[in-house]
T-cell receptor, first 114, second 116 residues
């Protein structure tokens, strides 16, 4: 049972344009969501997060939007740069003290073309 | 300041052998988390340890898998009698004392285990 879904295995975007990565979840008890970036042969790197009490969080070129009623979140990267090419994982965890037990999606490979 | 170090980076084992994966947390970090990524899957939580204590092993398979984080030395994830289905990338992450949160954790580069 996949509780966090990233339905697009890959996405290709032109440099300078917007990249939008999507993530859906099924467990309404999730109350914290994170995005990680992973380069080949490296571990995941934390990128940005959002609490379920918010609907938007922004950090530089990265913005995460949360739509709780649709159980959907998205990561926007503007403007996209070739160095953003990586696999992006959406992840979530439940409240109640288990803020180390992440549930990850399968990831979306983003390619930003120069 | 070295990051989270995992070794070996690649490990090949024959079915039935034992696999030992090591994770040296960042300096000053006392919390370690192990995650596994099976092919075509997202990372899945396995175990959370603090020095000399297993805090949560709810994600560990009940047989053949064990983990430890001794007072001195790296954390070890041990898989006995490996099977082909154990082939995966194993990642560990560490976070500082008093911060048992994955959001403050840094991941290592992972160990890719291949069982032949």
């Amino acid at each position: 049972d996949q509780q966090v879904k990233q339905n697009s295995p890959s996405l290709s975007v032109q440099e300078g344009r917007i990249s939008i990565l999507n993530c859906d979840y099924t467990n309404s008890m999730f109350d914290y969501f994170l995005w990680y970036k992973k380069y080949p042969a490296e571990g995941p790197t934390f990128l940005i997060s959002i609490s379920s009490i918010k609907d938007k969080n922004e950090d530089g070129r990265f913005t995460v939007f949360l739509n709780k009623s649709a159980k959907h979140l998205s990561l926007h990267i503007v403007p996209s740069q070739p160095g953003d090419s990586a696999v992006y994982f959406c992840a979530a965890y439940l409240s109640g003290g288990s803020n180390y037990k992440l549930t990850f999606g399968k990831g979306t490979l983003l390619t930003v073309n120069p | 300041n070295a990051g989270v170090m995992q070794n070996p980076r690649h490990l090949v084992r024959r079915r039935g052998q034992e696999a030992r994966l090591r994770c040296s947390p960042m300096k000053g970090h006392s919390h370690v988390y192990w995650y596994r990524q099976l092919p075509e899957e997202g990372l899945k939580f396995m175990v959370y340890l603090q020095k000399e204590n297993i805090i949560d092993e709810s994600g560990m398979p009940k047989e053949r898998f064990s983990a430890e984080f001794p007072k001195e030395g790296p954390s070890i994830l041990r898989i006995q009698q490996v099977v082909r289905g154990d082939s995966a990338a194993y990642f560990c992450a560490s976070s500082p004392p008093l911060v048992g949160s994955i959001t403050e954790a840094f991941f290592g580069q992972g160990t890719r285990l291949t069982v032949v």
